[in-house]
């Protein structure tokens, strides 16, 4: 008489792992995002003259877009939408940090860049609410 013994697969967080390449993939995604919308909109700052008091409040929209394109096109995995969303967000600050801080040449800390995080962890919390929801239709 021949017994099959089942062998039981043991889970290697796979399933961790798909979440943590789908906030990889979203922060890839809204740095680039965000570094095309800084571009362009240094060209339209400096072709148009827009006022210096717009620029900040520019920066905060650019980096609000980018955080909402890089959650709605990478966060395809049904639950906690809106954790995961927060982690982009403010991963997402940090990495812009240093990129744009690299760029610049000087790392600057203070009171706007725990702006930026709250702005970056409220935005991406509500990215990844309307990403989780908009792949459940």
Not at 1 to 11: E, F
Not at 64 to 90: D, E, T
Not at 113 to 122: A, E, M, R, Y
Request: glycine share 8%; with cysteine.
């Amino acid at each position: 008489m021949r017994t099959r013994t089942k062998i039981k697969k043991q889970s290697t967080g796979g399933k961790d792992r798909g979440y943590v390449f789908e906030i990889v993939k979203a922060n890839i995604i809204a740095l680039i995002v965000a570094l095309i919308s800084i571009l362009l909109s240094a060209l339209i700052v400096k072709f148009f003259s827009v006022s210096d008091s717009a620029i900040p409040i520019i920066n905060q929209v650019i980096k609000s877009v980018a955080v909402f394109v890089g959650c709605l096109i990478s966060l395809k995995k049904p639950k906690n939408g809106w954790l995961r969303g927060m982690i982009c967000g403010f991963i997402f600050v940090w990495l812009s940090f240093i990129v744009f801080s690299l760029l610049d040449a000087k790392f600057v800390f203070g009171l706007s860049l725990l702006n930026d995080c709250v702005l970056g962890t409220v935005s991406g919390m509500i990215s990844g609410i309307i990403a989780v929801n908009i792949r459940r239709r």
